[in-house]
């Protein structure tokens, strides 16, 4: 993958963030890898000044870790960690879908509708099966469906707390992908789905809560079985 030479309207410090923050969440780079200035600025042909600014944005986000004379490294992965990560993902959009739903209105269930239906019409692909380009069409619009859920909350800062958890979450699910590819097709995923929303179109709260909670906690079963396999995963 190659963030640079292309003049599109961003800062070259943009470019080099979403190109690194990409791989990271794909899986493209490992957790634990060093991130050479010099080797990372050549893989994405942008200069040491914009990846270093990257690098350190992607560090307050939690995707790399700057250790002390050590330089930068991609964030290690590890059980404990991705069972704290889901329990506090429960936590907050438990929250922010009971604000949501609070201040729903037709237009927004609506947009819930629409959103569905692509993604449910989108099938999930691995990149080593349709390329990158179509595997990401599957995130973006689940994330589309999620993140909508949650849309109606009232608060900036609890939707930039869900969505730095949604994206540790792909991330998780895509390394265990690069291992097993049946995670990406888990049975029974687009019936929750379905669930939720039906739930959420009912304006039953406690139910709509208790499904998207059920959703994740299933996701991080199938997770914790992969992860448990693999040697380069710390179990704590």
Not at 70 to 79: N, P
């Amino acid at each position: 993958m190659n963030g640079g030479g292309v003049a599109d309207g961003r800062s070259l410090s943009e470019q080099a963030y979403d190109s690194i923050r990409s791989d990271i969440l794909q899986g493209a780079l490992f957790p634990g890898e060093k991130l050479l200035i010099d080797g990372i600025s050549e893989r994405y042909g942008i200069g040491a000044v914009p990846v270093r600014e990257a690098l350190n944005r992607l560090s307050s986000e939690g995707l790399v870790e700057r250790k002390s004379h050590r330089g930068f490294f991609v964030a290690a992965i590890s059980i404990v960690d991705l069972e704290e990560m889901v329990k506090t993902r429960i936590w907050l959009e438990s929250l922010a879908l009971r604000e949501s739903m609070a201040n729903s209105d037709e237009a927004w269930e609506e947009q819930l509708v629409v959103s569905f239906h692509r993604l449910a019409r989108t099938q999930r692909k691995m990149p080593s099966e349709a390329g990158p380009a179509a595997a990401q069409e599957w995130e973006e619009r689940h994330r589309d469906f999620h993140m909508l859920l949650l849309d109606r909350c009232r608060s900036r800062w609890l939707l930039g707390f869900c969505s730095t958890l949604m994206d540790q979450a792909v991330r998780y699910r895509n390394l265990s992908m690069n291992h097993n590819p049946s995670i990406a097709r888990r049975q029974g995923a687009a019936a929750e789905h379905q669930s939720i929303l039906e739930a959420v179109m009912e304006h039953d709260v406690e139910l709509a809560v208790s499904l998207l909670a059920e959703h994740y906690r299933i996701t991080l079963e199938g997770l914790r079985s992969v992860l448990a396999a693999e040697a380069n995963v710390v179990v704590t």
